[in-house]
Every structure is written in C-alpha cells, then in structure tokens.
C-alpha cells in the first residue's frame, strides 16, 4: 500500500519561499505508470493542482499556469521522495497542501494516494 | 481551464434518504470524472472513476452516472459517516486537472 508522507514549514514570510517535501513508500518516484502532484486547499480557492512530475525514460515537469511562473516540482530518487517550491508567496498562498500520486485502473486515471496535507500559512 | 460546477453547495437529509448530488463540466468531458470524499482535516478519498466504476472497498450505497457535461453522484441509504463534503473532479483535460467546489452532506 502507497502511503505519502509531507513535511516541512508551516509558516512562511511573504515573498520568500515555500518548501514541502513527500516521501514516498510503497512504490518509487520513478515509477514509469505514476505521476507525483502537489495540489492545495483553501476555502477561497478550493482544491487546486498545482503540477505533477513524472519518469517516462525521462523526467517532465507540467505546470498549472498561474503558478507557472513560480513553482518547481523535483524528483529526489536517492531518497524516493518529491519535492514542491513556490517562489515569491503572498497571503494569497496560505492554503492546505497535499501531495498526491495519480495512478491508472484500467483507462481511467485518479488521485489515488494523498498525503496527510501540511498546513502553510503566509504571514509575517 | 475546464470550470467544474457543483450543486447544491450543501445539503441536509436523514438517515435511511437517498441523496443525489450533481456535477456540471463547462465543455465535454466524455466519462473523465471521479468523485471524492473528504472529511475534516484528512485528505480526499476516492469514491468513484470513470463516471460510474466504484472504487474498491467504498460500500455499494455509492453510485456514479452521466457522461459528456452532466453527471451525478447518488448515496442511497444515508448512513451517519457518509458526512462528509463530496468533490468530482475532471480528468479530461491533461494536466490541468479541475476540481468542483465541493458539496457538504449533513444528517439531520
């Protein structure tokens, strides 16, 4: 069984940088037939994908287009874990971020393992 | 993006009550749509893929249906832990994939 486990700041300063790191257990980053999201959560915005990485004999990064701008998404194979930075955050980014694996049944692919979802508030 | 709409936003009903809550996709999605349940402070939990495929271990009370812009998630039998706010979520257009805006259930 996949389990996804989140750790990082739970509070950051405008205009500086948000970090969360997922490790993984039970199936490995570089799983050709998985993706690695970061989605988030507030009552403003509702749940939101912020972007994915995944191994297909190479690695790609795919972004939501308003975070494109800021975000980055890594693998980390030494350790199987992935990782989110967002640049330059405001209040606007406080929100409730999880990380989630999308895998496929059949034809159809879902979210189907979230982290425990790590509470980042911006704020100074 | 494809805008996800859900109603209604929140909805009361008794124990035993059949509850249909219903997902409208701003363009044609044929059948990429899966349903979520969340309870407070946990993650989403999947319910349902591909419109109607009910996800394994999720009890059969739950049902899916529709296909292209309109589709509906159905809890017959209400039971007290079906509280919870339910989300569908398109997954047609990848990779921006979009959520609704969440319908919470409560017992009466």
């Known amino acids: 069984q996949v389990q996804l486990q989140q750790s990082g700041p739970g509070l950051v300063k405008p205009s500086q940088t948000l970090s969360l790191t997922c490790a993984i257990s039970g199936d490995s980053v570089s799983n050709k037939t998985s993706t690695w999201n970061w989605i988030r959560q507030s009552p403003s915005r509702g749940l939101q994908w912020l972007g994915r990485?995944?191994?297909?004999?190479?690695?790609?990064?795919e972004y939501a287009v308003s975070v494109k701008s800021r975000i980055i998404i890594n693998p980390d194979t030494s350790k199987n874990q992935f990782s989110l930075q967002l640049n330059s955050v405001s209040p606007d980014d406080t929100a409730v971020y999880y990380c989630?694996?999308?895998?496929?049944?059949?034809?159809?692919?879902?979210?189907?393992?979230w982290g425990q979802g790590s509470l980042v508030t911006v704020s100074s | 993006d494809i805008q996800m709409t859900q109603s209604p936003a929140s909805l009361s009903a008794s124990m035993g009550d059949r509850v249909t809550i219903t997902c409208r996709a701003s363009?044609?999605?044929?059948?990429?749509l899966t349903w979520y349940q969340q309870k407070p402070g946990k993650a989403p939990e999947l319910l349902i893929y591909g419109a109607s495929n009910l996800q394994s271990g999720v009890p059969s009370r739950f049902s899916g249906g529709g296909t292209g812009t309109d589709f509906t998630l159905t809890i017959t039998n209400l039971q007290p832990e079906d509280c919870a706010t339910y989300f569908c979520l398109q997954t047609y257009s990848t990779p921006t994939w979009t959520f609704g805006q969440g319908t919470k259930v409560e017992i009466k």
């Open positions: 990485t995944y191994y297909r004999s190479k690695w790609y990064h």
């Open positions: 363009q044609h999605i044929s059948n990429y």
């Open positions: 989630a694996r999308v895998s496929s049944s059949g034809d159809w692919l879902h979210f189907d393992s």
